[in-house]
């Protein structure tokens, strides 16, 4: 048997619901795969915080670095919230990993599924992902104000974007999208961003070329959101930044079915350090401790995670599942603990007639 050292950082909010789900199902699909997981919680969040002034300590980090792979459900309190006002749970935990970890592929797959309450009427078959870079832009944190409370109040906020990252990032959207439909989309904001528009430009010409079976379509993010509602069929993989690719993507969970089915990987591809598997959305505090949150986000990172160590054909068992759940939904309105059990149901069915065929 193998075994991989999975850290769960359930976090706050719906985070520990969503991922009690996904825990089940993430061991209902290894049962009999020769894959044990050996679990560790870290209990880390808004809740930690305010309860030992600490956000995620270098102790903490470095056990987490320890492990094969990482599953997240959400941190972060109620936004506004005063008592987390210092802490910035957002920026101190989430991106502390995803940059320390190196998690320069931020990978959000659309699917539309069969019977899903879809906002678009008719849409064609949606599948897409987007390649969301994860370490630059304008989230590194390079910034600054002076005269902070007056009148005369500067604020910066400055975007990075290195020629080695935008690279590294684009040439694994190239690869990504050579495996599948071979269309890439750049989208970014190169009529204004011109220094940073103009480097993503120039890398996805450079990389293009080594990937001539690849087609390649440029669009600026504005124009984008209008063709994710329109014609979202049209997409097969973005590739863009690391705010672009936050704002698009719950737009791309909103018109797939809701947010509580977008999930994501925060993938380092050079397997240097642990990847990272969370659900799209946030720790959603007007429902949390009612059972109303829908876990399949977070189930279906777990099938992210599991393709993502090799095991893809449980991975593919936990989409099937999910994609019979979506189907029989209806309008009945079901606990969180339900929609998972749900799911190991029809996996459970599902992995069944295998075992009748053996006799
Ligand atoms: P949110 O995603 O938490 O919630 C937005 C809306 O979507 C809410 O109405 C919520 O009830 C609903 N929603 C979210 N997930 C759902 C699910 N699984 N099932 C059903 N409904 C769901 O975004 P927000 O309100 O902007 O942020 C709340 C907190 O979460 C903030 O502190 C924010 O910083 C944090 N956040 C964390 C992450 C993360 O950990 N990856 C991501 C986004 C936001
Ligand atoms: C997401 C979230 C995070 C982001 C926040 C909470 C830092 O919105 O994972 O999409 O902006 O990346
Ligand atoms: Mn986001």
């Given at each position: 048997?193998?075994?991989?050292?999975?850290?769960?950082?359930?976090?706050?909010?719906?985070?520990?619901?969503?991922?009690?789900?996904?825990?089940?199902?993430?061991?209902?699909?290894?049962?009999?795969?020769?894959?044990?997981?050996?679990?560790?919680?870290?209990?880390?969040?808004?809740?930690?915080?305010?309860?030992?002034?600490?956000?995620?300590?270098?102790?903490?980090?470095?056990?987490?670095?320890?492990?094969?792979?990482?599953?997240?459900?959400?941190?972060?309190?109620?936004?506004?919230?005063?008592?987390?006002?210092?802490?910035?749970?957002?920026?101190?935990?989430?991106?502390?990993?995803?940059?320390?970890?190196?998690?320069?592929?931020?990978?959000?797959?659309?699917?539309?599924?069969?019977?899903?309450?879809?906002?678009?009427?008719?849409?064609?078959?949606?599948?897409?992902?987007?390649?969301?870079?994860?370490?630059?832009?304008?989230?590194?944190?390079?910034?600054?104000?002076?005269?902070?409370?007056?009148?005369?109040?500067?604020?910066?906020?400055?975007?990075?974007?290195?020629?080695?990252?935008?690279?590294?990032?684009?040439?694994?959207?190239?690869?990504?999208?050579?495996?599948?439909?071979?269309?890439?989309?750049?989208?970014?904001?190169?009529?204004?961003?011109?220094?940073?528009?103009?480097?993503?430009?120039?890398?996805?010409?450079?990389?293009?070329?080594?990937?001539?079976?690849?087609?390649?379509?440029?669009?600026?993010?504005?124009?984008?959101?209008?063709?994710?509602?329109?014609?979202?069929?049209?997409?097969?993989?973005?590739?863009?930044?690391?705010?672009?690719?936050?704002?698009?993507?719950?737009?791309?969970?909103?018109?797939?079915?809701?947010?509580?089915?977008?999930?994501?990987?925060?993938?380092?591809?050079?397997?240097?350090?642990?990847?990272?598997?969370?659900?799209?959305?946030?720790?959603?505090?007007?429902?949390?401790?009612?059972?109303?949150?829908?876990?399949?986000?977070?189930?279906?990172?777990?099938?992210?995670?599991?393709?993502?160590?090799?095991?893809?054909?449980?991975?593919?068992?936990?989409?099937?599942a999910v994609v019979a759940d979506i189907a029989g939904r209806?309008?009945?309105?079901?606990?969180?603990?339900?929609i998972?059990?749900a799911i190991?149901?029809a996996?459970?069915?599902?992995?069944?007639?295998?075992?009748?065929?053996?006799?």
């Amino acid at each position: 048997p193998r075994t991989v050292k999975l850290a769960l950082i359930p976090g706050d909010g719906i985070g520990p619901e969503v991922v009690a789900e996904a825990v089940k199902v993430l061991d209902a699909a290894t049962a009999g795969s020769g894959v044990e997981f050996e679990k560790t919680h870290f209990s880390l969040g808004a809740a930690r915080y305010l309860e030992t002034g600490d956000v995620l300590t270098d102790d903490d980090l470095a056990a987490i670095a320890a492990h094969d792979v990482i599953l997240l459900g959400a941190v972060g309190g109620v936004p506004g919230d005063p008592r987390l006002a210092n802490a910035n749970i957002e920026r101190g935990l989430l991106l502390k990993l995803r940059f320390s970890l190196d998690h320069y592929v931020n990978l959000r797959p659309t699917v539309i599924y069969p019977g899903v309450p879809s906002p678009l009427a008719s849409h064609g078959e949606v599948d897409f992902v987007v390649v969301r870079e994860g370490t630059e832009g304008p989230y590194v944190g390079n910034g600054g104000a002076i005269r902070q409370g007056t009148p005369h109040e500067v604020a910066n906020e400055v975007s990075v974007n290195t020629a080695y990252g935008v690279e590294r990032v684009v040439r694994d959207a190239f690869a990504r999208a050579q495996a599948r439909r071979k269309k890439l989309t750049l989208v970014h904001k190169t009529n204004v961003l011109t220094f940073a528009g103009g480097l993503w430009k120039r890398i996805v010409d450079e990389v293009g070329a080594t990937f001539p079976e690849v087609a390649v379509d440029y669009l600026h993010v504005d124009a984008a959101t209008i063709f994710l509602v329109t014609d979202p069929a049209r997409f097969d993989v973005i590739v863009t930044d690391n705010l672009f690719g936050d704002i698009l993507t719950d737009l791309a969970g909103a018109i797939s079915g809701g947010i509580g089915l977008a999930a994501s990987g925060n993938i380092n591809p050079d397997g240097t350090y642990p990847s990272m598997f969370e659900p799209v959305h946030g720790s959603a505090p007007d429902i949390a401790g009612l059972g109303k949150a829908d876990p399949t986000a977070a189930i279906l990172s777990a099938a992210l995670l599991l393709e993502h160590i090799g095991l893809p054909d449980e991975a593919g068992a936990i989409r099937e599942a999910v994609v019979a759940d979506i189907a029989g939904r209806g309008g009945a309105s079901r606990t969180t603990s339900q929609i998972g059990d749900a799911i190991v149901s029809a996996l459970t069915a599902a992995a069944a007639p295998e075992l009748t065929t053996t006799h």
